[in-house]
């Protein structure tokens, strides 16, 4: 099998968008196939390999519904543990995805010295070992919270698509742009999982929106909760917020397209950065 990402004019870091798109969609079995190894890879030799992935999440759900739902004195508790487990898995997907953004280059600093491949190839490859991660930690995770709201599984096979299409899209073109960012600035290497942190204080995940009382609008402009939010709300209300989602999809077409365009640009000095 062979991966091609040949360039539309034959010159590295002149080709299109589209023809850039259309050869990574051509090579879609090889990243997906390196990224699914690297999963398997990741669980060898434990009993319950990538379960690890679901039941991390549901004891952390179950220790956090605990500790904020007797914090926040919390009304009616299953539903607060369905809104706190939905807000933390798909939070620990972005954060997963962006936090590991910066060294994503440097982490595949000798391919990218000795394989004249584009670069993309690694960016996809780390997209889709977030993506299989996400999966498995959410399925898993979505079944628990059925046992407190039923139709949540319905909600998601009825609306959840586009809420999530919007979802997979940011969590590619977002850190494939911190990813360039970072073979420039090291600085962001330490930068980026601060600033995680406080977005995820500052994210209405643990508790509602309405308790932020007069910093309420952080949570507008915070662009990693507006991703979540529809995510979220979907499963919950069975409901999807269309005019939210046809925007963040233009969106995310836009920064698809943006990211892509500065990654072709860039691919030439990408190897002399780190």
Not at 67 to 83: A, E, M, N, R, S
Not at 229 to 239: S, Y
């Amino acid at each position: 099998m062979t991966v091609s990402f040949s360039a539309g004019s034959g010159r590295p870091g002149r080709e299109t968008v589209r023809c850039t798109l259309l050869n990574a969609w051509r090579s879609r079995r090889v990243w997906w196939f390196t990224a699914t190894s690297r999963t398997r890879a990741r669980f060898a030799r434990t009993t319950l390999g990538s379960f690890w992935l679901g039941l991390s999440n549901l004891f952390s759900i179950a220790v956090l519904a605990g500790v904020y739902g007797t914090v926040f004195k919390v009304q009616d508790f299953t539903v607060y543990v369905v809104y706190l487990g939905l807000g933390l898995v798909v939070w620990n997907s972005i954060s997963a995805a962006v936090g590991g953004a910066p060294s994503l280059f440097e982490n595949n600093r000798e391919h990218l010295h000795n394989i004249n491949l584009h670069p993309i190839f690694y960016t996809l490859e780390e997209w889709a070992f977030q993506l299989q991660t996400f999966l498995q930690s959410f399925l898993m995770v979505l079944i628990a919270l059925s046992i407190f709201q039923h139709n949540l599984a319905l909600n998601l096979l009825l609306w959840g698509w586009l809420p999530l299409l919007n979802l997979f899209l940011f969590i590619y073109w977002f850190p494939l742009l911190i990813c360039l960012l970072g073979a420039y600035f090291r600085d962001l290497y330490q930068l980026v999982p601060v600033v995680l942190q406080l977005m995820f204080l500052l994210s209405p995940i643990l508790y509602e929106k309405k308790n932020l009382g007069a910093v309420a609008w952080t949570a507008s402009i915070n662009p990693l909760y507006r991703v979540l939010a529809p995510v979220r709300h979907t499963l919950i209300a069975g409901e999807v917020q269309w005019d939210v989602g046809f925007v963040l999809l233009a969106a995310n077409a836009l920064g698809l397209w943006m990211a892509i365009r500065l990654l072709n640009s860039q691919r030439r000095n990408i190897p002399f950065l780190i």
